[in-house]
C-alpha cells in the first residue's frame, strides 16, 4: 500500500473531522453556537457573483448501451464448462494437494472443495497461474513453485513446493438476449426501447445532478481560495488531529502491526503522518469556518426541524433506525446535523448568485430566480446524498490494506484459509 491509501483513509475520517466541533453552546440552536464560534475568525474573500462555465458532461449513446446491458450481465447464469482449454483471464474451479519434499504441509489442501480463481489475478504464489493456463478440465498435473523468501511462515519461506492440481472446470457465463420479453420480465418496462429511453432519461438527470454539484464545489474551492481564516481553534485541531492518530493505531492492531509499522508499510515516517494530517485538519476546519461565515453574513439559519429532517434520511439512507447508533458509527453530535444542512444551503446562495459565463461567445448570464429555485431542489438530495457517504467513506478508509497497492499483487501461497485473502 502506497501513500494515496492513507489520503483515502484521511478523506473518509475528515468527512467526519470537518464536521465536528468543539466548545461550549451559547444558543440553544447548536447550528447558531457554531456560526457564532467560527465566523468571526474569518475575512471573507469574494462569494458572490463568482463567474464559471457550467458543466455539461454529454451522455452518449455507448453509455446508454452500457448501462442496459447492465441488465443482462446482472442476470448472467454460471455456466460450467467441461470441455475447452484455460486461458489467461479464465475463473476455472481447480483442487491441489501441496507438498514439499513430499509431505503435505498445513493449510495447502483444498481438501476437494474446489476453489474458483481467476488466472492473472488470483494472488497465488510464484507463477502458479501460469502453469494451469492450456490445461483442459479433467487432467490433473503439477504445478511447482517456490515460496519467497519473505513469504512468513518459516516452515515455508524460500522452500520449493509441488501442488498436484486438478481442474475441474471453467466456468464460464450464459447471457440470456435482450428481447422485450426480457425487458418486460426483469423491469417495470414492456419493450427493450421503452427501457433504454428511461434508462437514458435517468442518467441525463443523474449526471446534470453531479454536474450541479461540481460547479458548486468549483465555487466553493474559489471561495476558500480567496478567504483567510485569521486564527484557527487549536482545540479543534489538536482533537482531529489525536482522532486520526488513535484511528491510525486501531488500524495498525487490526493488521497485527504497530503504528510505526504500518506507516513504514505505507512509506510514511510518523513525522510525515503528523504533518500529513495536521495540513489536511486545518483544511477541513477552515472550510467549516468559511461556511459559517457566509451563514452569519447572510443569515442563514437552520431550524431544528431542518436538523431532524436531516437525521431521518440519513438513517434512511445507512439502513438504520436509531440516531444514537449513526452518532456511534459516524461520529456525529447534534452540531453536525446541523452542518450539514448549513453548507448545503450555503453552497445553494453562492450558486444562486453566480454568473454563468456562456462557453461559445463569453457573454456572462445571471442565473435567474426561477433556475435557481429548480436546481436547488435537486442539489439538496446530491448533497444529503454526499453526506450520507461519510460512514461508508470512513469504514472503508479504516480498512486500507498494507501491502495490497496498486498495480501490486501480493505473494501469497494457495493455502487453505489464506487464499480467500489473496484473492
Known sequence: MKKGKLRILLAGCLTMAMLTGCGNKTSDNPGEAMKERYSKYVDLGSYKDIQYTPTETAITEEDVDKKVNQLVTQNATKVEKKTGVAMQGDTVNIDYVGTIDGVEFSGGNTGGAGREITLGSSGYVDNFDEQIEGHSPGETFDVKVTFPEDYGKEELNGKPAVFKTTLNYIV?????????????????????????????AEMVKEQAEKDLETDKESMMTQIIDTSTVKQYPQSDIEDRTKMLTEQLTSTAQAYGMTADQYLAAINYTADQFQTEIRNAVEESIKRKMIVCAIATKEDISVSKEEADAKIKELLESSGLSDVSEL????????????????EEKVLDF???NAV???KDTGETVVEDDTQTANTEAGSTEAGSSEAGSTEAGSTEA???EPGSAEGETATTAPLEGETEAAQ
Open 327 to 342: 452518532n456511534q458509527r459516524a461520529g456525529y453530535k447534534d452540531e453536525d446535523y446541523y452542518y450539514i444542512v448549513m
Open 398 to 400: 479504516v480498512g486500507a
Open 356 to 358: 454563468k459565463k456562456e
Open 350 to 352: 453562492v450558486y444562486g
Open 172 to 200: 464460464s457465463q450464459e447471457y440470456p438476449e435482450l428481447t422485450d420479453a426480457f425487458v418486460a420480465e426483469k423491469t417495470e418496462y414492456k419493450t427493450v426501447q421503452e427501457y433504454r429511453e428511461a434508462t437514458q
